[in-house]
Every structure is written in structure tokens, then in C-alpha cells.
């Protein structure tokens, strides 16, 4: 079973929709959370963090639920610049210290 | 302005022919690492290094290495590519962003092995 998993998609939506991924992961000592997003054939880019209160960045919103082991992400309003593949990433402060990946979640936002 | 840059960015090469792909970073960060990027399988780490003379497999170290004798340079090597190397690679690097760690990704380096 893979650390983190997420639904590959694709996602196609209409312009204005509200959209919302998920994403479980395995290992409950996992630290830190994050959601990264990458356009086609370009290097990932941190989108945001993943606060345990759960957080809110302009039209999108993050949560994290340590019980279940799932993080969420909803955008609402989606812009047809939301198109990207979204990127579900755990942190490890301890041993090798790094991001584990998931597959990505491919949004398209149609006009 | 603080990136991160590789090279070269596109690469089509022999099997066999040995092979080095840059990294450089200009943010003074001690952590780097290397990742390869495939279809359905994500990123994967490669190695990484925790400091100048530190370094450390990854998830999937086999037919790679690497060196890092300057803080801002982490260069991967393939010494005999193989066309199951052929994939996109990202060089990254870790620093703290108010406060909370933040990894920068590199362009990205498309490797083709035939």
C-alpha cells in the first residue's frame, strides 16, 4: 500500500465550480502536511500548508484529519488557472527528513 | 532571486554513457535531494543530503549516485544509464519559510535512455 494515496482523476469541471480532493496516508507519525501544485511538464510548487485547525488561503481551503489520516482540499470558485495537477505531500521531521509524495490529482477547469 | 537551477533540462542519451545532471542552489539551504518523477508512481526520492559530505539513499537509489563537497551544488550521476532511468527528474532543496519548512523544486531535468 502506498504512504500516501490520492484519486489520480482526472477531475473535469465547469468554471465556478467548487471542487474538493482527498487524501489518506498511512503512517501516523507523520508531522507535516502540505498541498503542492504542478502544471504540465513543471516543477511542483507549495500551494499551501496543511494547519491540524485546518486553514484557509484566499479560495482555497485545507484540512486535516489526524483520526481518520486524511487531508482534504477545496477550492471554490475554480478559475480556469486552477488547472494543475495537485499534489498530496506528508513530511517526516525525523530519520531521512523528507516529503513523501502522492501520486497527484489531475484538475482540469473547463470554460 | 532564490531558485533553484539543473542542467541540462533535456537529455537523450545511450545506454551506457555515463551522464551527470547539475543541481545548484543560490538559498544557502543544507538539505538537498533528488527525485524522479513517473506516471502513476509520483515522486520518488532518490537521495538526499543533509549537509556538505552527508549524503543518503532514497527510496530508490539503485544506479545513481552523488556527491556533495559545496553546500550549493548536489549533482546526480549515472554512471551506466539504463532506458528503465528514462524519467523526469527534479532537483529540490529545504529551508525554513516563516517558520515552517519549505522544499524549492528545481525545472526539472527530462532524461530519455535508449
Redesign the interface.
Known amino acids: 500500500r502506498k504512504e500516501?494515496e490520492q484519486d489520480?482523476g482526472p477531475f473535469n469541471v465547469p468554471e465556478g465550480a467548487t471542487v474538493a480532493f482527498n487524501c489518506t496516508y498511512s503512517n501516523s507519525a507523520s508531522q507535516?502536511f502540505f498541498w503542492y501544485r504542478q502544471d504540465c511538464?513543471?516543477?511542483?510548487?507549495?500551494l499551501m500548508?496543511v494547519y491540524s485547525s485546518g486553514n484557509e488561503d484566499g479560495r482555497f481551503t485545507a484540512q486535516l484529519n489526524r483520526a481518520s489520516q486524511y487531508i482534504s482540499l477545496l477550492i471554490r470558485d475554480s478559475k480556469l488557472s486552477d488547472s494543475a495537477t495537485y499534489?498530496c505531500v506528508i513530511?517526516h521531521s525525523t530519520g531521512?527528513?523528507?516529503?513523501v509524495?502522492?501520486?497527484?490529482t489531475r484538475l482540469t477547469i473547463n470554460p | 532571486e532564490a531558485q533553484v537551477t539543473q542542467n541540462p533540462r533535456y537529455l537523450i542519451t545511450v545506454t551506457g554513457k555515463k551522464l551527470t545532471v547539475t543541481c545548484s542552489q543560490n538559498m544557502n539551504h543544507e538539505y538537498m535531494s533528488w527525485y524522479r518523477q513517473d506516471p502513476g508512481l509520483g515522486l520518488r526520492q532518490i537521495y538526499y543530503s543533509m549537509n556538505v559530505e552527508v549524503t543518503d539513499k532514497g527510496d530508490v537509489p539503485e544506479g545513481y549516485k552523488v556527491s556533495r563537497k559545496e553546500k550549493r551544488n548536489f549533482p546526480l550521476i549515472l554512471e551506466s544509464p539504463s532506458p528503465n532511468q528514462t524519467s523526469l527528474y527534479f532537483c529540490a532543496s529545504k529551508g525554513i519559510l516563516q517558520g515552517y519548512y519549505e522544499q524549492y523544486f528545481g525545472p526539472g531535468t527530462r532524461l530519455t535512455v535508449t
Open positions: 500516501v489520480p507535516s511538464r513543471k516543477e511542483p510548487k507549495l500548508s499534489l513530511y531521512a527528513q523528507k516529503l509524495f502522492g501520486q497527484g
